[in-house]
């Protein structure tokens, strides 16, 4: 059965700093993993995917995330906050049939 | 390029109402295509899904249904509206695992 966890529902940075979100995943088979930014009232909108390539994966918007096998995790970072950064993040992974979507993480940006 | 066209952007409805949502994608063909609903504070809750016309799988018992009329068009309806039925509702389509979901703007349902 696949399924997703996202570790923290709500998560604060202060503008500049780094941003680590955390997803980690059960599949049974090698899966796709994405992750999604949703702003207030708007759709979902593709930030990154990983598909078997390359384990370090580069997103829109200064985003990347780190497939680990070995850990079943695939959490997304950014060197340096913005404030248009705030949103809902949410991890999803395919097992080809289905999406399972996490929970979503409610990112902050303080000034 | 593909795009998807999901309306109205927002509705208010009364309970025990009618709903119709209009889904549309373009540039692509037989695409999968489903139904999310993400009340508030809460996570996305796949409610249809469908890998052709005719064809549609549904994920939760509810006072909703799903049609597809033609190979790009999906609509979400119900023949009476509850208030729990308030929400935001998506729509999106994917061709296979590895393109992901492309979604649609949403709706926000307000059942009063």
Same mark, same amino acid.
């Given at each position: 059965?696949?399924?997703?966890?996202? &570790?923290?529902s709500? $998560?604060?940075?202060?503008?500049?700093?780094?941003? %680590? +979100?955390?997803?980690?995943? #059960?599949?049974?088979y090698?899966?796709? &993993?994405?992750?999604? $930014?949703?702003?207030?009232?708007?759709?979902?909108? %593709? +930030?990154?995917k990983?598909? #078997?390539?390359a384990?370090?994966?580069?997103?829109?918007?200064?985003f990347?995330?780190?497939?680990?096998?070995?850990?079943?995790s695939?959490?997304?970072?950014k060197?340096?906050?913005?404030?248009?950064?705030?949103?809902?993040?949410f991890?999803?992974?395919s097992?080809?049939?289905?999406?399972?979507?996490?929970t979503?993480?409610?990112?902050?940006?303080?000034? | 390029s593909?795009?998807i066209?999901?309306?109205?952007?927002?509705?208010?409805?009364?309970?025990?109402?009618p709903?119709?949502l209009?889904?549309?994608?373009?540039?692509?063909?037989?695409?999968?295509?489903?139904?999310?609903?993400?009340?508030?504070?809460?996570?996305?809750?796949?409610?249809?899904?469908s890998?052709?016309?005719?064809?549609?799988?549904?994920?939760?018992?509810?006072?909703?249904?799903?049609?597809?009329?033609?190979d790009?068009?999906?609509?979400?309806?119900?023949k009476?509206?509850?208030?729990?039925?308030s929400?935001?509702?998506?729509?999106?389509?994917?061709?296979?695992?590895?393109?992901?979901?492309?979604?649609?703007?949403?709706?926000r349902?307000?059942?009063?």
């Open positions: 059965a696949q399924s997703v966890t996202q &570790l923290d709500h $998560v604060s940075v202060s503008e500049g700093t780094p941003v %680590l +979100l955390r997803c980690n995943y #059960s599949s049974s090698s899966p796709s &993993l994405f992750w999604y $930014v949703q702003h207030p009232n708007k759709g979902l909108q %593709l +930030l990154l990983y598909t #078997s390539a384990t370090l994966v580069k997103g829109i918007n200064g990347e995330a780190e497939f680990k096998k070995s850990e079943t695939f959490h997304l970072t060197p340096s906050a913005h404030m248009s950064d705030a949103a809902e993040y991890c999803v992974v097992d080809g049939n289905q999406f399972y979507f996490g979503g993480t409610s990112l902050t940006v303080i000034p | 593909q795009t066209h999901q309306w109205p952007a927002t509705l208010v409805q009364p309970v025990g109402s709903l119709s209009e889904c549309t994608v373009e540039g692509t063909s037989n695409p999968n295509l489903y139904w999310y609903r993400q009340a508030a504070g809460r996570g996305l809750q796949l409610l249809f899904y890998v052709g016309i005719g064809q549609i799988s549904s994920e939760v018992p509810q006072n909703l249904s799903a049609s597809r009329p033609q790009r068009q999906f609509i979400l309806s119900s009476k509206l509850l208030l729990s039925d929400g935001f509702y998506l729509c999106a389509w994917s061709l296979d695992r590895g393109h992901g979901y492309t979604f649609g703007s949403g709706t349902l307000t059942v009063v």
